[in-house]
């Protein structure tokens, strides 16, 4: 009888950190940004951490667009005080600069973990941490969930494409409210479709099951982990210094 060798996943390559470790630098990086909320450069310095983990894991594009707004942000929060706004536009302002340099490295960071994290690690990982499958279930739909939805939005803006309509042409402009209709009717209709089929998949995978599911992918702590470990002791320390100091 032929004997097949036993699967060996591959070893994830370039700089990969473990899902928990993911999750908590996240965590952190959003609770930093409210605690040190008066140091420009410390804010500075946290939101460069998830534009350098965007770069490393080849979300270039991204990356480039989330610190080109970061940076307009922060020079528009040293002129508000010297320019003389209207106080409607100013409080615009004021608000639109809050959400850039307060919530963007938070939703990066976000970004950052569903782009380089597959379903299976992060379930392995939260079944680690025994987080109940109410939980559990629809977070691993959601993982591939997004990224099912950006395909299908893909698809069908290339089948307009194809019929001649599109954002920006006279056919738009002479009927935005179809045009709409057009792209957001077959967009809510997969949603429910794609959603609904998530579900079952990951039900039928076993994932509702109360047996202890087994799980070929590798997670654990690596050496990337502790050099996150150490930035995050830094930040923290050099928030306490601030807050002493202050």
């Not at 020079?75 to 706004?85: E, G, R, S, V």
């Not at 599109?166 to 479709?193: A, C, D």
Request: hydrophobic share 50%; proline share 4%; net charge positive.
């Amino acid at each position: 009888m032929m004997q097949y060798p036993a699967y060996i996943p591959e070893k994830r390559k370039g700089f990969s950190l473990d899902p928990r470790t993911k999750l908590l630098f996240m965590v952190l990086i959003a609770t930093l940004m409210f605690v040190v909320y008066n140091n420009m450069p410390y804010i500075c310095v946290l939101a460069g951490l998830p534009f350098l983990l965007l770069i490393v894991n080849g979300q270039k594009k991204t990356a480039v667009i989330y610190g080109s707004l970061f940076v307009l942000a922060v020079i528009a929060n040293y002129i508000k005080d010297i320019a003389t706004l209207p106080q409607l536009l100013n409080g615009i302002v004021v608000l639109l600069i809050a959400l850039v340099l307060r919530l963007f490295p938070t939703f990066m960071m976000g970004y950052y973990i569903i782009k380089s994290t597959k379903a299976d690690e992060f379930v392995s990982s939260m079944e680690r941490w025994h987080v109940s499958k109410k939980v559990l279930i629809p977070i691993a739909v959601v993982f591939r969930f997004i990224p099912t939805m950006q395909e299908e939005s893909q698809s069908i803006t290339e089948a307009m494409r194809m019929r001649g309509i599109q954002f920006g042409t006279k056919k738009f402009w002479k009927s935005p409210g179809t045009i709409l209709e057009y792209r957001l009717i077959p967009l809510l209709i997969s949603v429910v479709k794609i959603g609904d089929e998530l579900s079952a998949a990951a039900l039928t995978r076993g994932l509702g099951n109360s047996v202890k599911r087994t799980n070929i992918a590798q997670i654990g702590f690596s050496k990337n982990d502790a050099i996150v470990l150490i930035i995050s002791i830094f930040l923290l320390l050099w928030a306490f210094a601030l807050g002493v100091m202050s």
